[in-house]
Structures are given as C-alpha cells and as structure tokens.
C-alpha cells in the first residue's frame, strides 16, 4: 500500500533520530500528566489527514487500510502480530490435488450490521465489480492470480463468466487459479477480496450513503473531521470484540495529536506527531517495516525503455552520499526477511562502465540524449537526492536534468503520467510476501508507475507461480535482482512504524512488520492504578 505522506516518514526519521529513540522499547508505564481513560469499552485514535475513500476498491492508502480492518473482512484476515492469515469470513475451504481450486465455505453465521448474510454471490460480484472498474481499483491486478482475471479486466476477454469464481451455493466459493499458490490466503487478508453488500454494488460514490458492512465494527458517524465505529453486533466472532467504538480524529498536525496525547483525549496516534511537545513519551513504540522508499526510472518514454541507459545511470550514483542520512539505508528492494535469498544490492559506483552502456546504447557522452525529468514532493530530503542525481549525471555522463516539484496532493497522481522520467515512492507491504513488492512491476500491473515492460522479469515471476517454498523464493530474489541491474528501481532506505501507544494500558496491539493492528483485538486492560493516578471523570 502506499504512504502517501512522505513527508511525514522523513520528518519521524529525524525527529526519532534526534531524541535517541530508534530500536529503543517505550516504558510501559502510566504518566501522570497523562489521565487514564475512564471508559474502557470506547477507544479514540488519531491519524492525519481526513479524506478516507470507503469503497476499498479504490483505496490504496495505509490509514485508510487500518480503518479497514473494523470495517471489512474477507475468507481471511490478519494475526496482529504474525500477519499470517487466520479464517474470517471463511469457516473451511478446500484445495484441489493439482492445487488450482480452492472452495471455501462461508461461515453460516456471517452477517453484515444489518442482519443480513454474508453469502458466496457477496464475494463473486464484488470481485468481479473490482475487475469491471479497470484502472480505477489499484489492486484489481492482485486479482490476476485468478484464471481469466487479468483478460477480463483488462477487456481481452469481457465474458464475466470465463473468470475463475463461482458461487454455486449461498455458502459456497469456488475460485480457481491460474496456477498453484500457497500465498493466496496471505493475498485474501487484502481487503479489496473483501464482499459488498447488494445495495451497495452499484454505488458510484460511498462517501455520502450509508455503509453496510461485514466487519466486527460499523461506520456510525462520518463527519469530516471525525469518524466513529461501533460494534457490529451481528458480527460472528462478536463475543471476542471488546470495544464498544472507537472513535478516529483526524489532526491537522503533529502538535495537535501530541496535545490530545498528553491530555489523554486520545489513547494512539497512528499518524503525524511531534515527538518534542511530548510530556509523555511511555507509549513510543518503533519497528522495522516491510516497507521501502525508493526512486524509479520508468520505461515508457524513449530511450529510458533502453536497460542499458537505466543501468548506466545507477552505475554512477554515490550511494553512499545518497543514504547517509537514514537510519535504515537500503541496498535492494525487499526488506531483508528470514528465509529469502541474498542478493546483490546497489551500491557499487563505476563510471567507466557506465559510459560504455552509453556509447553501446548509441548515445557517447550523452550526446543525443533528451532532457530527462526528475518529478518530486517539497520535501527537503527529495530536493537532497534530486539534487545529487541531477549534478552526477550531468557531470558523469553528460546527461541534463530537469527536476520537477509537485505538492503532495498532486504528487502520487501525477506518478501515472506519462511526462516525466524519474519519481520516488514508499511502499508498504500488503501482505508477508515478497511479492506484494513485486507484482507491481509486472506490465499490466496496475501499480506499475515505472511503466516496466522486461520480459525477462515476467518470465522469472511466471515461474514462480508454479513454485512453492524455498525454490519459488530464490525465483523471486532473481527477479528482484533484476529489477535492481537494469535501473528501474533505486532504493534509498527502509521504513520503520512510529506508533504512540501505551501496550501496558491496550491490549491486542502488538508491533508487526506490516504495521497494521486489527481493530477487532484491541481492548483496555485490566490493572490496577499506580499509586497517585486514578481516573478521569
């Protein structure tokens, strides 16, 4: 998923940085500048910004996606703090002996907060609508995993009944895969496989109606600053749900979550903070992601579609210079994970090949070559490495540069035209999979802001549809290794969580490399008061 606000990473790394506080554990123990929450069944967050697309087959926002988790849920849903999948809408399933079709059987006593079922048709149409809307769903390219998928939203093949789903039985899912895949529960905890309820299906615009939802919480109130869910008491697993709502404020910045923090309006932030305003620091909690920010060099525009160019201008980069102010410096891709192969990362400079790719490409000092367009967020740390890119390869290579800066509000759109050559992104990892990190240079990816295009590449992920284990593992790291020799992707640094929240005090949030808590597990202890504190009335 991506995180929109790169700003925001940046700014936490600093301020983490500054106060000493990287790898370091919070505390655990109460404040008394902090009050302690009077009642224990309702739970108030914060998180920045206040837009939140709820049709969640068009989001592809990391806080909108934890707001998903109260709201929405599919066969499976994430452990909070393993990330694997455990059962949620589905009570069983079964696979085939070639282990292309799998057939679920929904929980008979799935509902949605209006009493209705939760039937197999629900998840058909639903995905099948993701599908339908094309470039307009993100992740609908998630879904090419499924046999006839990617024909059918692609509008190859517009026959709906040529994809692999169907709904032979109100409780009964039969889905069938264009190859073998263990991973694919890990995929169905996304919540775009989540269902839609039938008044909802053809709704164009869900930020005005009112949303039925299938999750153990409800949407009960929608202002723009504020949004507030309660307990889905027809929720099938209700018994296991303690909070009763959980109220989301929406900061127009740091200062302010720090402020509702220290007052105890607010029990997590989960969004921008100033650490220094602070009196309060017990419940800072950090973590390694599965997540990367990294520039990219896209393939659509001539001669950028050239490997042999990409290569030449990765091959003169300092990467040393490039990554010196992280806390995380990143050499490849995918976050170093138990189990996943070694490659080599990028970090070598050599100047000289890199000129021979040149003349070799037909462009000998950069003769010839157009003006390429390096497009940024204000940000101070992307002005940094646009600066050091533009300077070194006008210098190495003779190649001129033209740096571009958007706002964020424009920026991650403007990431999908065609008019530009190089852009930057973090990403966060959907699932605890490598590739959730690559199927979005995979060509008809709808995440592919790089325009990638390798057939090579595509060669390497197809076949490791049809590996398990270790060997679909080493398959994958070639492919990354690819992705990283041919320059299309330059990672800078690995992300880590900032989370404000004190685990002595909530129960059920627990540090993962996803950075996703689970509504459902959340709940407030039971202690008792340290000496000197007792309750806010």
């Not at 609908?140 to 692609?154: P, T």
């Not at 070694?342 to 790719?357: P, V, W, Y």
């Not at 049809?466 to 690819?482: F, P, S, V």
Request: with cysteine; net charge negative.
């Amino acid at each position: 998923m991506n995180k929109i606000a790169l700003c925001l990473f940046f700014f936490s790394a600093c301020m983490v940085n500054a106060l000493g506080l990287l790898g370091k554990s919070s505390e655990n123990t109460y404040a008394e500048t902090r009050p302690i929450a009077a009642n224990r069944e309702e739970l108030a967050i914060s998180l920045s910004g206040n837009s939140v697309e709820f049709d969640f087959r068009k989001s592809y926002i990391a806080s909108e996606a934890q707001i998903f988790t109260g709201l929405y849920e599919g066969l499976f849903s994430y452990h909070p703090l393993t990330m694997e999948p455990v059962p949620a809408a589905a009570s069983s399933w079964k696979l085939s002996e070639d282990k292309t079709q799998w057939t679920f059987t929904i929980r008979e006593d799935a509902r949605y907060n209006n009493g209705d079922p939760v039937t197999a048709e629900d998840f058909k149409t639903a995905w099948l609508s993701l599908l339908e809307m094309g470039a307009a769903s993100p992740y609908s390219s998630l879904f090419d995993i499924i046999e006839g998928a990617q024909a059918y939203r692609l509008g190859v093949a517009p026959d709906s009944s040529k994809v692999g789903i169907e709904a032979p039985s109100p409780r009964t899912l039969v889905v069938k895969l264009v190859s073998p895949a263990d991973f694919f529960p890990s995929v169905l905890c996304h919540h775009s496989f989540s269902p839609i309820h039938p008044s909802m299906l053809n709704a164009t615009d869900w930020s005005n109606i009112k949303i039925v939802s299938n999750g153990p919480f409800y949407l009960e109130e929608n202002a723009p600053e504020v949004k507030v869910l309660a307990r889905n008491d027809f929720y099938w697993d209700g018994e296991n749900v303690m909070l009763k709502k959980i109220t989301v404020k929406y900061t127009e910045d740091g200062d302010e979550a720090s402020a509702m923090w220290n007052s105890g309006e607010i029990r997590w932030i989960a969004g921008e903070v100033n650490l220094e305003t602070l009196t309060d620091r017990s419940g800072i909690e950090i973590n390694a992601m599965f997540a990367t920010h990294y520039y990219f060099v896209r393939s659509s525009r001539k001669p950028w579609n050239d490997w042999r160019l990409r290569r030449a201008l990765i091959l003169t980069l300092p990467w040393e210079e490039l990554r010196k102010e992280y806390n995380l410096p990143a050499k490849t891709l995918i976050y170093p994970i138990p189990g996943y192969p070694e490659i080599e990362g990028l970090e070598k400079t050599d100047g000289d090949e890199a000129k021979k790719l040149l003349a070799e490409s037909g462009y000998a000092g950069g003769e010839g070559l157009p003006e390429l367009v390096i497009r940024l967020t204000p940000s101070i740390d992307a002005g940094r490495i646009g600066g050091i890119m533009a300077k070194t390869w006008k210098e190495t290579l003779g190649v001129n540069s033209k740096i571009e800066v958007l706002s964020y509000e424009n920026y991650f759109n403007a990431l999908k035209a065609d008019d530009y050559d190089v852009g930057a992104s973090t990403w966060i990892g959907d699932f605890a999979d490598p590739y959730t990190f690559l199927q979005m240079w995979r060509k008809d990816s709808n995440l592919n802001d790089a325009r990638h295009n390798d057939a090579d590449y595509e060669a390497l992920i197809d076949a490791s549809m049809l590996q398990e284990g270790e060997r679909r593992w080493e398959t994958l790291a070639k492919a990354e290794q690819l992705l990283l020799e041919r320059g299309t992707v330059l990672p800078l640094y690995y992300n880590y969580a900032l989370n404000i929240i004190d685990t002595s005090e909530i129960d059920g949030w627990f540090r993962n490399v996803l950075d996703i808590h689970p509504f459902k597990y959340l709940s407030f202890k039971n202690y008792r008061p340290l000496p000197s504190v007792v309750y806010s009335k």
